[in-house]
């Protein structure tokens, strides 16, 4: 089936859990649906049929500006077109699902927001409990044999016991790939190291924006010694793949540099290898908000240095 320029394999293989509700993708800005419970059938709603159907005709989403701007600025793939690549839109049934469990997390980034950080939430409302702030999924859902791949996202995936509770209701491990997005503060325990020994891939996306002190600055609650232990024994101690994910923004731009070389120095990265994703909101802190100097000098950083997606980030600096 030919793939026209808004449709997005999100409407027809997967979708996000955030707690208690359904997005179509990581990136949906706006409330869309209730979780009943079957992961099977929310692909079947009436919300997600309609997505389908406008989509088809060629009508483009707002809530889907992000990719369309990646692909107009000249990103090498949008997050649209790598799901259309991986999954198709030839037929609708849950293969990839995203799971945001709770927003339990340690650390307060300065990109982030109370939605997704529990401590963030605690240091806005000091005078509050702190169990206010956190939303999570109620009831573990029953994993369908057509899921081929589970992304635990945040809040802190490792820093609770539900991921846990997920790898132990899969029926069959041997088809699934396992990913994580962490922020590599929280180390495996023995049961994660058997459970995911099981599965057919299993991946961690590290969350690092610069090089031991700046990124503790801007990932505030971080601790690189921790991160260095976290990222070695994946590497050193498990045949799992690792990659590290970079939100690039006007706190972190100066730490490319040292944070390449850093990566250079961990050869088993490679087969994933580094990701680097420019902050679009909120606006103040993204690259586009860099006086002429600092582009200037961020540029030359892109010359001079392979550094990936320097496309995209040039054409923002643009």
Known sequence: MRINTSQCAAFYKHFVLEGDNVVPCCRWQSSFQKFDGDVSQVLHSKKFVELRQKVESGQKLKECSKCYYEEEVGRSLSLRQKLNMQWGVDTVQVESLELNLNNVCNLACIMCDSYFSSRIWK???PTLPAGQGIWR???IPNIPDTVKRIR???GEPLMTNVHRQVLRSIKDFSK??????????FML???DVVLLNNCAK????VSIDAYGKLNEETRIGSDW???EKFVDDILNKTNYVLGIETVLHKKSWRGLTDLLLWINGKRKIRPVGWSIHPLIVPRLLSIKNLNLNESK???EILTKYKIPDSKQIYRMLQ
């Not at 699934?176 to 503060?185: A, D, F, L, P, R």
Request: hydrophobic share 40%.
């Open 202 to 205: 299993v991946m961690f996306y």
């Open 152 to 154: 635990f996202m945040g």
């Open 137 to 139: 999924l109620k009831n």
């Open 225 to 227: 010694n921790q991160i």
């Open 297 to 299: 000098e961020l540029m």
């Open 189 to 191: 325990t023995p049961e």
């Open 123 to 125: 240091e806005e409302n």
């Open 176 to 185: 699934i790939e396992i990913q994580y997005v962490t922020n590599g503060m």
